[in-house]
Nanobody
Framework: QVQLMESGGGLVQAGGSLRLSCLASGIIFSGNAMGWYRQAPGKERELVACISSGYKTKYADSVQGRFAISRDNAKNTVYLLMSSLKPEDTAVYYC?????????????????WGQGTQVTVSS
């Protein structure tokens, strides 16, 4: 059974930073691409960052240059370092295993969602 456990969210002022973590179990972590998604109130869930099994990364335009995704295969954990945060980054953040290996356009989540972690950025 695949389990995804996100943590690290909180309340931060605009311009601040947070690091999110996601522990994945029930999969061969190192062989999968991992994605971070977010869902703001009233909006659809969107992919913001992806990291392939080969450590190639891809970002949504809205977070390019501000967010950094990384992974530690020994810990089955994927991270999202968020810097220069803006109020529009406020959302619940989720991780998931990607369906495909290479962070391709049009890719999406493979499994059910975890509980997510709330990020709130105040102005």
């Amino acid at each position: 059974q695949v389990q995804l456990m996100e943590s690290g969210g909180g309340l931060v002022q605009a311009g601040g930073s947070l690091r999110l973590s996601c522990l994945a179990s029930g999969i061969i972590f190192s062989g999968n691409a991992m994605g971070w998604y977010r869902q703001a109130p009233g909006k659809e869930r969107e992919l913001v960052a992806c990291i392939s099994s080969g450590y190639k990364t891809k970002y949504a335009d809205s977070v390019q240059g501000r967010f950094a995704i990384s992974r530690d295969n020994a810990k089955n954990t994927v991270y999202l370092l968020m810097s220069s945060l803006k109020p529009e980054d406020t959302a619940v953040y989720y991780c998931n295993v990607q369906r495909f290996l290479l962070c391709s356009s049009g890719d999406g989540p493979r499994y059910d969602w975890g509980q997510g972690t709330q990020v709130t950025v105040s102005s």
